[in-house]
């Protein structure tokens, strides 16, 4: 196949996490979760504003820490959805987040690393008083660019006719 000399396509997107410690009225704790977990957390890949991005990205697997059952995760893309987790537990980690692009992009997998932060370390008491009317959210997210250089000729009908 042939590639589109000369450009780039830019697709943003955003990924992070966002955990809330466990509390009777903003966040009650199921049945069955170990007595020593302390949050419920999510980490996610998704488009700006919800905007689906399953055309470029395939799939993405989170590699979440080993004290944790099945820590290597593979999620399919659903159209409209985020790639994302949910679970609960104690302790902040680095989560390795791997993006595995559509075939016709002929992309090799790229690896992002993210910090679960489960805790408000360093933030100021304005926005700790946000968090508190928030059910006490940490949310630690990030806004980031995929850029495809030089496209396939297919793959570029499918960046631009969306
Ligand atoms: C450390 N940062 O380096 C810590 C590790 C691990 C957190 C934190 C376990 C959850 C589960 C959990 O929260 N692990 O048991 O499913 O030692």
């Not at 979760?33 to 957390?41: K, R, V």
């Not at 290597?72 to 893309?77: L, Q």
């Not at 408000?120 to 495809?148: C, D, H």
Request: hydrophobic content about 30%; aromatic content about 14%; charged content about 25%.
């Amino acid at each position: 196949g042939k590639r589109v000399k000369g450009v780039q396509i830019f697709r943003p997107f955003v990924y992070g996490t966002t955990a809330q410690p466990f509390d009777e009225k903003t966040n009650p704790k199921p049945p069955g979760i170990p007595d020593d977990h302390t949050h419920s957390w999510t980490v996610f890949v998704k488009g700006i504003d919800d905007v689906d991005i399953t055309y470029w990205l395939r799939r993405v697997q989170f590699k979440l820490h080993e004290s944790i059952p099945n820590h290597v995760r593979m999620i399919e893309g659903e159209k409209g959805k985020p790639f994302q987790i949910h679970e609960t537990g104690w302790g902040e980690f680095e989560i390795a987040i791997k993006l595995y692009y559509v075939p016709e992009s002929a992309e090799k997998p790229q690896t992002l690393y993210h910090h679960l932060r489960l805790h408000p370390y360093g933030r100021t008491e304005a926005e700790k008083e946000a968090m508190r009317l928030n059910g006490n959210q940490v949310i630690s997210w990030a806004y980031e660019e995929q850029i495809f250089n030089e496209p396939y000729e297919p793959f570029y009908e499918i960046l631009t006719s969306g």
